[in-house]
């Protein structure tokens, strides 16, 4: 504060603050020393941000010249403050006092909605002047801003900051009020502490002082539909989930060599590798290579932290695996094991998104922690839409359109994410659809976020799975920026609470790659279990070992079972009349599209949700199937649909319920 303070008085408005608010007046030049304390005291009081000190300043020093006219309070420069501020908004979930502030002029402790949606065509405008229609971007909060304006009524702090949650959440199929009414209800959460006071309890940690980027991230995989599911499950009534790709939940079975190295790593070595009947018990090869682990994490064990990075002889499993893949040079310097991909995913954009501007390319569709962890760490998301008719396939058209959308808004693109096999969409790519992001990202310098932790789900006879890594080679990208993540989740493992995996960074600045470091350390380290399972994963039981043949045949049988429901699933909803679906060539997931009459889509506005919302949970309730919303992943406007899990050996024979269901909704909404 103290440098504010002196870069305000030693100078003049004009010579620091022109270019904000009196551009046009480029010899005015007034001493504000005056109107410091009540500026400084504003904004040690709400420490607020640079925008809204700035705004605070501006409307002390208009006051102060208001002998000059009107035109400085309704001039350009104010609105390029406030829609700063609504940008700062935007990207961090910060600011909104000041936000409120900008839209109150007049100071009287409330915005009408009039007043919000002049402020709001004023600032979403392109930098070149061209507006953006609101209804595009943010339909539901728009319709309740209207219906507000309809019914008279005004917008205090509490109400506004409650409606810029809901224009800038990426969708409006789970409504915070509902989540909590859910969450209170869980049957899992167990009792919580209920205060006896007669008077309401009042909170300092509330709705409003909490972060509000928070308080607007979404994951719809575990959303409004999955916990009104868990309530019906309290119930009594079957549920049959297929929302999550979580396979130990809905019947697959752990490989056991897998649990079974797990096991003699986790027991004292006299219970396990060095008790006398050891080999009564454990196959030799999973002895062997139980004591081959044990060395290689050292006489602490799996219960002590290890190397940030993860355990050496771990990582150095990791490199070999993803050399022999790939056929080049893989270095286990550059291996990170992490608590699931996820955690990985949550670094990198941590390490990315520096500024207010900065924004990551994500498919659309996408899986959901991308726009969750994009919106709570203070970027801006930009989609590129994958070709449902093409097998959502990307173009380097549509790349380079959503690109040049991006600078246009002012927007600095650090990364771009793809999802290989894809998540919702089950499609796997093949080389050359590969190379058009990558060269793309090459051209533009944008790093690639490669997530391939599907790699083995691939049941379509004519696919493969191709790495980013091999492509980038393959095709001499030298200045290609890579980060490529795998985890113990998926693929015919299925073991997610282990909450194992790692990333991989091709021709990263080894100086960002050392912050990357520190941030892991600040975490300790990934648990060693985790990392363990990672590395078997990657390591399967050798050929002419005990434990191969019983290995063989429970994968064998997992993978023909993923297989065989995926093209049963696809084949029964493209037999519904109103639903088709693309053939799901991997990963675990259906898309399938659904055609609803109007009538549906008026009734979702009406209840400020999407139609894919009120489709997913009629469907619910009335055949306890449980889908996420389409909406939570993000799709092609004017789509509506849901996604399914193949997971679950009942999946294929709910096709009837699905077309029973079909046929029910559209009758209602017809």
Same mark, same amino acid.
């Given at each position: 504060?103290?440098?504010?303070?002196?870069?305000?008085?030693?100078?003049?408005?004009?010579?620091?603050?022109?270019?904000? *608010?009196?551009?046009?007046?480029?010899? /005015?030049?007034?001493?504000?020393?005056?109107?410091?304390?009540?500026?400084?005291?504003?904004?040690?009081?709400?420490?607020?941000?640079?925008?809204? *000190?700035?705004?605070?300043?501006?409307?002390?020093?208009?006051?102060?010249?208001?002998?000059?006219?009107?035109?400085?309070?309704?001039?350009?420069?104010?609105?390029?403050?406030?829609?700063?501020?609504?940008?700062?908004? =935007?990207?961090?979930?910060?600011?909104?006092?000041?936000?409120?502030?900008?839209?109150?002029?007049?100071?009287?402790?409330?915005?009408?909605?009039?007043?919000?949606?002049? *402020?709001?065509?004023?600032?979403?405008?392109?930098?070149?002047?061209?507006?953006?229609?609101?209804? #595009?971007?943010?339909?539901?909060?728009?319709?309740?801003?209207?219906?507000?304006?309809?019914?008279?009524?005004?917008?205090?702090?509490?109400?506004?900051?409650?409606?810029?949650?809901?224009?800038?959440?990426?969708?409006?199929?789970?409504?915070?009020?509902?989540?909590?009414?859910?969450?209170?209800?869980?049957?899992?959460?167990? #009792?919580?502490?209920?205060?006896?006071?007669?008077?309401?309890?009042?909170?300092?940690?509330?709705?409003?002082?909490?972060?509000?980027?928070?308080?607007?991230?979404?994951?719809?995989?575990?959303?409004?539909?999955?916990?009104?599911?868990?309530?019906?499950?309290?119930?009594?009534?079957?549920?049959?989930?297929?929302?999550?790709?979580?396979?130990?939940?809905?019947?697959?079975? @752990?490989?056991?060599?897998?649990?079974?190295?797990?096991? %003699?790593?986790?027991?004292?070595?006299?219970?396990?590798?060095?008790?006398?009947?050891?080999?009564?018990?454990?196959?030799?090869?999973?002895?062997?290579?139980?004591?081959?682990?044990?060395?290689?994490?050292?006489?602490?064990? !799996?219960?002590?932290?290890?190397?940030?990075?993860?355990?050496?002889?771990?990582?150095?499993?990791?490199?070999?695996?993803?050399?022999?893949?790939?056929?080049?040079?893989?270095?286990?310097?550059?291996?990170?094991?992490? $608590?699931?991909?996820?955690?990985?995913?949550?670094?990198?954009?941590?390490?990315?998104?520096?500024?207010?501007?900065?924004?990551?390319?994500?498919?659309?569709?996408?899986? @959901?922690?991308?726009?969750?962890?994009?919106?709570?760490?203070?970027?801006?998301?930009?989609?590129?839409?994958?070709?449902?008719?093409?097998?959502?396939?990307?173009?380097?058209?549509?790349?380079?359109?959503? =690109?040049?959308?991006?600078?246009?808004?002012?927007?600095?693109?650090?990364?771009?994410?793809?999802?290989?096999?894809?998540?919702?969409?089950? $499609?796997?790519?093949?080389? #050359?659809?590969?190379?058009?992001? /990558? #060269?793309?990202?090459?051209?533009?310098?944008?790093?690639?976020?490669?997530?391939?932790?599907?790699?083995?789900?691939?049941?379509?006879? !004519?696919?493969?799975?191709?790495?980013?890594?091999?492509?980038?080679?393959?095709?001499?990208?030298?200045?290609?920026? /890579?980060?490529?993540?795998?985890?113990?989740?998926?693929?015919?493992?299925?073991?997610?609470?282990?909450?194992?995996?790692?990333?991989?960074?091709?021709?990263?600045?080894?100086?960002?790659?050392?912050?990357?470091?520190?941030?892991?350390?600040?975490?300790?380290?990934?648990?060693?279990?985790?990392?363990?399972?990672?590395?078997?994963?990657?390591?399967?039981?050798? +050929?002419?070992?005990?434990?191969?043949?019983?290995?063989?045949?429970? !994968?064998?049988?997992?993978?023909?079972?993923?297989?065989?429901?995926?093209? &049963?699933?696809?084949?029964?909803?493209?037999?519904?009349?109103?639903? +088709?679906?693309?053939?799901?060539?991997?990963?675990?997931?259906?898309?399938?599209?659904?055609?609803?009459?109007? &009538?549906?889509?008026?009734?979702?506005?009406?209840?400020?949700?999407?139609?894919?919302? %009120?489709?997913?949970?009629?469907?619910?309730?009335?055949?306890?199937?449980?889908?996420?919303?389409?909406?939570?992943?993000?799709?092609?406007?004017?789509?509506?649909?849901?996604?399914?899990? *193949?997971?679950? @050996?009942?999946?294929?024979?709910?096709?009837?319920?699905?077309?029973?269901?079909?046929?029910?909704?559209?009758?209602?909404?017809?």
């Amino acid at each position: 504060m103290q440098r504010l303070k002196k870069v305000v008085t030693a100078t003049s408005i004009h010579r620091h603050h022109s270019s904000w *608010f009196l551009s046009g007046n480029r010899s /005015l030049n007034v001493p504000i020393g005056t109107m410091w304390p009540n500026i400084c005291h504003k904004a040690i009081r709400s420490q607020t941000s640079q925008y809204a *000190f700035r705004y605070q300043l501006y409307k002390q020093t208009s006051r102060a010249l208001a002998s000059l006219g009107d035109q400085i309070a309704t001039s350009k420069p104010l609105s390029n403050v406030r829609k700063q501020l609504w940008e700062f908004y =935007f990207s961090t979930g910060r600011g909104a006092n000041a936000l409120f502030e900008a839209i109150d002029l007049d100071e009287n402790g409330s915005v009408e909605p009039a007043e919000l949606k002049a *402020f709001m065509i004023e600032v979403l405008r392109y930098p070149d002047g061209e507006e953006i229609d609101p209804t #595009e971007i943010m339909p539901y909060a728009w319709n309740r801003l209207e219906e507000r304006e309809a019914a008279g009524r005004s917008y205090d702090m509490k109400s506004f900051k409650k409606w810029l949650v809901a224009a800038t959440k990426m969708s409006a199929d789970t409504k915070n009020t509902r989540m909590l009414q859910y969450l209170s209800q869980h049957p899992s959460l167990g #009792e919580q502490y209920v205060s006896d006071a007669e008077e309401e309890e009042v909170y300092t940690w509330n709705d409003e002082t909490m972060s509000q980027s928070l308080r607007r991230m979404q994951y719809a995989v575990r959303g409004e539909v999955v916990m009104r599911a868990d309530q019906l499950a309290a119930q009594g009534r079957e549920i049959l989930y297929t929302n999550i790709g979580n396979p130990h939940q809905v019947g697959q079975q @752990p490989i056991t060599y897998f649990r079974q190295i797990l096991a %003699l790593c986790d027991l004292p070595a006299e219970c396990g590798v060095d008790h006398p009947d050891i080999g009564a018990v454990f196959p030799k090869d999973v002895i062997e290579r139980a004591r081959e682990y044990r060395e290689i994490i050292g006489p602490s064990g !799996t219960g002590a932290y290890s190397h940030s990075q993860g355990i050496l002889g771990l990582r150095k499993h990791v490199a070999e695996y993803i050399q022999n893949r790939d056929g080049y040079k893989s270095y286990a310097g550059n291996i990170f094991l992490t $608590n699931g991909a996820s955690t990985a995913i949550s670094m990198v954009l941590q390490g990315l998104l520096a500024s207010n501007t900065d924004a990551i390319m994500i498919p659309i569709p996408q899986y @959901p922690i991308y726009s969750a962890l994009i919106s709570k760490l203070g970027g801006r998301q930009v989609g590129y839409e994958l070709d449902e008719d093409l097998n959502w396939a990307v173009s380097r058209e549509e790349l380079d359109k959503k =690109f040049a959308k991006a600078k246009k808004e002012g927007l600095d693109v650090k990364a771009l994410a793809m999802i290989n096999p894809g998540n919702p969409s089950g $499609n796997v790519m093949a080389h #050359e659809d590969i190379q058009v992001i /990558l #060269e793309f990202c090459n051209d533009n310098g944008i790093v690639v976020l490669a997530d391939e932790v599907y790699q083995t789900n691939v049941y379509a006879e !004519t696919a493969q799975f191709v790495s980013a890594k091999k492509v980038t080679l393959d095709c001499a990208l030298r200045d290609l920026q /890579l980060v490529s993540f795998h985890s113990t989740s998926k693929g015919l493992v299925g073991e997610c609470g282990r909450r194992g995996g790692y990333m991989e960074l091709h021709h990263i600045d080894p100086y960002v790659q050392s912050q990357l470091y520190k941030l892991a350390s600040a975490d300790l380290c990934a648990g060693v279990v985790g990392q363990v399972m990672t590395s078997l994963m990657l390591r399967p039981p050798q +050929s002419g070992g005990e434990s191969y043949e019983l290995y063989e045949k429970e !994968t064998s049988s997992i993978f023909n079972g993923l297989k065989e429901r995926a093209q &049963k699933l696809v084949d029964g909803l493209n037999s519904i009349p109103g639903i +088709s679906c693309v053939p799901a060539e991997g990963a675990m997931y259906a898309f399938p599209s659904v055609e609803l009459p109007p &009538k549906a889509f008026e009734a979702a506005k009406k209840n400020g949700t999407t139609p894919d919302n %009120l489709y997913a949970l009629s469907l619910l309730e009335e055949t306890g199937i449980c889908v996420v919303p389409a909406s939570g992943f993000g799709q092609k406007k004017g789509r509506v649909g849901f996604r399914t899990t *193949f997971l679950h @050996p009942d999946t294929v024979k709910a096709v009837k319920l699905f077309a029973e269901h079909h046929e029910k909704f559209v009758k209602q909404y017809t």
